[in-house]
């Protein structure tokens, strides 16, 4: 079966960093993406992994570990535009599509 | 155009009638992908399209959802005698080349909000 787990809800300070978790289980694995969506809006593609690892983008890195079926999406320096819903989407390689798995999303708010 | 573009925007429609939702992909993206929006949810995958051919519709819901693409750029979602479970965001995704072992993200448009009274 496919099942992605993200936290609900989060909350921070602007300026500072937070950590936001997805654990997966999937029927196939074939790379990790991360999307940012913010209310009414598309979702923007934030990063991609699948090697095991960090990958960093400015103020924002994606770690995955692929025995662990874990990632986490790290954003510093928060600003209040970055408050939004965070996507985590597994791409499945049971069918020949490179369809995305997404969990329910994050919705993080940033406070002053 | 400069990303995928999706319309209309809004659409409310009586249980029972037909709708027809457009997606404009990025100018040469190869693959296109349909998903359904719940509120509050993450997007669920109904069908994919390569070029003209529908590959995977496994996630449509019912024989009442139909997708073509034939001429392997617009895309349209029908979704006939309409139902109030209906109600959703519907999401087009388009990606350069064939997706499977791709680095390459799917981007997606705006959506089309479909409201069934």
């Known amino acids: 079966g496919q099942n992605i787990d993200q936290p609900t809800e989060m909350t921070a300070t602007e300026g500072a960093i937070v950590q936001i978790n997805c654990t997966y289980q999937?029927?196939?694995?074939?790379?990790l993406f991360w999307y940012q969506q913010h209310a009414g809006e598309a979702p923007t593609f934030l990063s991609y992994?699948?090697?095991?690892g960090l990958e960093e983008k400015g103020r924002f890195s994606s770690f995955l570990s692929r025995s662990k079926g874990y990632s986490y999406l790290l954003l510093k320096e928060l600003q209040m535009k970055d408050s939004a819903s965070y996507l985590c989407?597994?791409?499945?390689?049971?069918?020949?599509?490179?369809?995305?798995?997404f969990g329910q999303g994050t919705t993080l708010q940033v406070k002053p | 155009g400069a990303g995928v573009s999706q319309s209309p925007r809004y659409k409310v429609a009586k249980r029972g009638q037909d709708v027809a939702l457009r997606c404009d992909p990025i100018?040469?993206?190869?693959?296109l992908f349909w998903y359904q929006q719940a509120l509050g949810q993450g997007p669920e995958f109904l069908t994919y399209?390569?070029?003209?051919?529908?590959?995977?519709k496994s996630g449509l819901p019912s024989d009442r959802f139909f997708a073509e693409r034939p001429e392997g750029s617009v895309s349209t979602l029908k979704i006939q005698r309409t139902q109030q479970e209906d109600s959703a965001v519907y999401l087009c995704?388009?990606?350069?080349?064939?997706?499977?072992?791709?680095?390459?993200?799917?981007?997606f448009g705006d959506g089309t909000r479909l409201s069934i009274l």
């Open positions: 399209f390569q070029n003209e051919a529908q590959l995977d």
């Open positions: 100018s040469g993206h190869v693959s």
């Open positions: 995704a388009s990606s350069f080349g064939p997706s499977r072992n791709s680095n390459q993200p799917q981007h």
């Open positions: 992994n699948v090697l095991d």
């Open positions: 999937t029927s196939g694995f074939n790379g």
């Open positions: 989407a597994v791409r499945e390689n049971l069918s020949n599509t490179g369809k995305l798995i």
